[in-house]
């Protein structure tokens, strides 16, 4: 059981250029988070989903673009990146309470993607 | 969502417990409080859940006043690896698909030798 992966674990990007972060979860969670750590800080939500084909956004969206094809996975696309995108990303799953005999409702988080742009 | 005050840095030592303290004075009915730890370089890790009185679990207790308008987490002789920084989060994500999960600035708790 992997829990949440994260492809790819480091990447540098030059200004302009377009590239695309996977988040896998193999837990059958419903709900699924991006979230960018800036150095020092706490983590922002950028954008979630609360099921297969729904996508909503959070606290810091733009500049970003996120797709739900499947249920397992939730991409997180930069179209143009810049330097202040520089960060680490987070994605995070946790499941549909009322469909679960658990009675926590915790996130599982990914190791991170550190993204820098120059 | 209701918004959270919690110290920005705490120090403590090893053997010690050590009690971080969350306010939460616009806590809806609905919203549960919920703990999280984050590693350096790691994704944040949950520690405890709870609504209301007390919750306890191998890690940690939460304890919540009656008026819910706080609560506290509470983490029992203390080592060196306990060195993180904790999360606290109210919101009603534990029922409602359509709450966001929000992460406020945390609290840096240091433990020295």
């Known amino acids: 059981n992997a829990g949440v992966t994260q492809t790819p674990k480091f990447r540098v990007l030059k200004t302009g250029q377009s590239m695309t972060l996977l988040c896998a979860q193999d837990?059958?969670?419903?709900?699924m988070y991006w979230y960018r750590q800036d150095p020092g800080m706490g983590l922002r939500l950028i954008h979630y989903?609360?099921?297969?084909?729904?996508?909503a956004k959070g606290e810091v969206p733009d500049g970003y673009n996120v797709s739900r094809l499947k249920k397992q996975n939730f991409l997180l696309g930069l179209e143009s990146a810049a330097p202040s995108q520089t960060s680490v990303y987070f994605c995070?799953?946790?499941?549909?309470?009322?469909?679960?005999?658990?009675?926590?409702?915790?996130?599982?988080f990914g190791q991170g993607t550190r993204l820098t742009v120059v | 969502l209701a918004k959270t005050t919690q110290p920005i840095s705490m120090d403590s030592y090893e053997g010690q417990e050590v009690n971080i303290t969350c306010s939460h004075n616009n806590i809806a009915t609905n919203d549960y409080i919920t703990w999280y730890q984050q590693f350096p370089s790691q994704g944040p890790r949950f520690i405890i859940q709870g609504y209301k009185t007390k919750v306890t679990n191998e890690v940690a207790s939460l304890f919540i006043p009656a008026d819910r308008k706080s609560s506290t987490l509470s983490l029992p002789r203390v080592s060196l690896s306990d060195t993180a920084v904790y999360y606290c989060?109210?919101?009603?994500?534990?029922?409602?698909?359509?709450?966001?999960?929000?992460f406020g600035s945390g609290t840096r708790l240091s433990i020295r030798p």
């Open positions: 989903s609360v099921g297969e084909g729904t996508t």
């Open positions: 989060l109210v919101g009603d994500h534990v029922y409602s698909s359509a709450s966001k999960i929000i």
């Open positions: 995070a799953s946790k499941p549909d309470r009322s469909l679960s005999t658990n009675m926590n409702t915790e996130a599982f």
């Open positions: 837990m059958n969670h419903e709900y």
